[in-house]
């Protein structure tokens, strides 16, 4: 089992809807949660990052964090084209000098005007 | 105005070769790191440097060896390339390197692909 999961997709939707995608993952001791959103032939972006379980909200996007369930997830509202992209999520366990993030596969999300 | 740039943006070699990849960064970061996401996606971590100085050397075979001159850049070698190092390599770099927390900022990718 790899220690984080996250279905590929493609995932498809037409525009203004509600999009959610989700990781889950093994290792207990990962703290430190992260999206990146990724386009096509560019590199990876932070999108959001939090901290330990909970929401985080900046504009459309909504982060949460299930610690008890070892699942994260990310939505967008009223998606925009400008949304499709691959979506990553990352995670650590360490805070220090010599942490390492742990990234899902993405999910390839097309918003469709 | 790029951040973090790489070349060559693509590279198609024999198997056998050597070849290098270069990144730098204007962002006056201490920290950079060196990822290869293979076909599948999948992005994983090589290395990791901070302030020239080696801080995350994950399990990569030793053809692949990685220099950084100065602060601001850090480059990557591969000896004898093999048709599993086809992968897009990404270089990044974050302000300390210190805290998960800290924003990486990735460059554009290099694509490989060895024949």
């Known amino acids: 089992q790899k220690e984080v999961e996250q279905d590929p997709g493609p995932l498809s939707v037409p525009e203004g809807a509600i999009v959610s995608l989700n990781c889950t993952y093994s290792n207990s001791a990962f703290q430190y949660f992260m999206w990146y959103r990724q386009y096509s032939r560019k590199g990876p972006e932070l999108l959001m990052y939090t901290y330990s379980s909970g929401n985080k909200e900046d504009g459309r996007f909504t982060a949460q964090v299930d610690k008890s369930s070892k699942y994260i997830s990310l939505f967008i509202r009223d998606s925009q084209p400008s949304d499709s992209a691959t979506y990553l999520c990352a995670m650590s366990s360490y805070g220090g000098s010599n942490y390492k993030l742990t990234f899902g596969k993405g999910t390839l999300l097309t918003v469709n005007p | 105005d790029t951040a973090v740039s790489q070349t060559p943006k693509y590279l198609v070699t024999q198997m056998g070769n050597d070849k290098s990849i270069k990144c730098e960064q204007n962002l006056g970061h201490d920290t950079m790191y060196w990822y290869k996401q293979d076909s599948k996606k999948f992005l994983k971590i090589m290395f990791s440097?901070?302030?020239?100085?080696?801080?995350i050397n994950e399990t990569v075979p030793n053809r692949f060896s990685p220099k950084s001159p100065d602060k601001a850049h850090l480059n990557l070698h591969i000896n004898s390339l093999e048709l599993g190092d086809s992968a897009v390599y990404f270089c990044a770099s974050s302000l300390t390197g210190v805290g998960a927390q800290e924003t990486q900022y990735f460059g554009p990718g290099t694509r490989l692909l060895v024949l």
């Open positions: 440097y901070n302030n020239k100085e080696l801080i």
